[in-house]
């Protein structure tokens, strides 16, 4: 594990002692399902798997502590802290660099943007929020099945993450949750792009 500045056993015991058994089983599964999807855009196996490991290492933090990490550590538009389910990303990428001394900038980003995500990801942002969404300990097979059959089709991964945006916006409404407003420019930004031949 060359992306991290700390042993494996060290890692995998953090995991575990921070994260519940299933947010455990969904790490690996999300590290597993990026590296078997790399190959497949010319990215590098070990990064996605390593990335897709540690994307959610905050996500066991308590509302309070997330808040705290995010308003004495970091910078977040405040259209962002909306919602407490998207507040782990930030501070999971702030934590990949404190804990496990992750300097790789695209990893980073990655772990930033894997909920809400932004406009103009890279290929490896988008395999790792789609593996997010995809792996297949946790996920349901329909929901699973929906995204990834667009992983094959010229312009895949741009029609995923279409995909998936819609499956979330629609929970998100099902469930009375408030949307952010990037997340909408970026179902529109990607009407466009999936719509690309």
């Not at 500045?5 to 575990?16: A, G, H, N, Q, R």
């Not at 089983?25 to 070990?46: M, V």
């Not at 499956?167 to 990037?182: A, F, N, P, W």
Request: aromatic share 10%; hydrophobic share 35%; with cysteine.
């Amino acid at each position: 594990m060359d992306y991290i500045k700390v042993s494996e056993k060290y890692l995998m015991d953090w995991l575990k002692n921070n994260l519940s058994e299933k947010r455990y089983q969904h790490s690996l599964g999300t590290g597993e399902c990026a590296r078997d999807l790399a190959p497949k855009y010319n990215i590098n196996p070990d990064k996605a798997y390593i990335t897709g490991l540690l994307h959610d290492c905050a996500k066991c933090f308590s509302n309070e502590k997330l808040l705290e990490i995010i308003n004495e550590h970091l910078e977040i538009d405040e259209s962002e802290k909306i919602s407490y389910k998207t507040w782990h990303a930030p501070v999971s990428a702030y934590i990949v660099q404190k804990e496990f001394g992750v300097k790789d900038k695209e990893i980073i980003s990655a772990i930033r943007w894997h909920t809400i995500g932004k406009i103009g990801m890279t290929d490896f942002e988008k395999l790792i929020y789609l593996a997010d969404k995809i792996e297949p300990r946790t996920r349901e097979d329909y929901y699973i099945e929906k995204i990834s059959k667009h992983l094959n089709e010229p312009n895949g991964l741009n029609k995923a993450m279409l995909e998936s945006y819609k499956e979330t916006i629609k929970s998100l409404v099902e469930r009375d949750l408030k949307i952010c407003i990037q997340t909408v420019d970026i179902y529109n930004y990607l009407e466009d792009e999936a719509n690309v031949n």
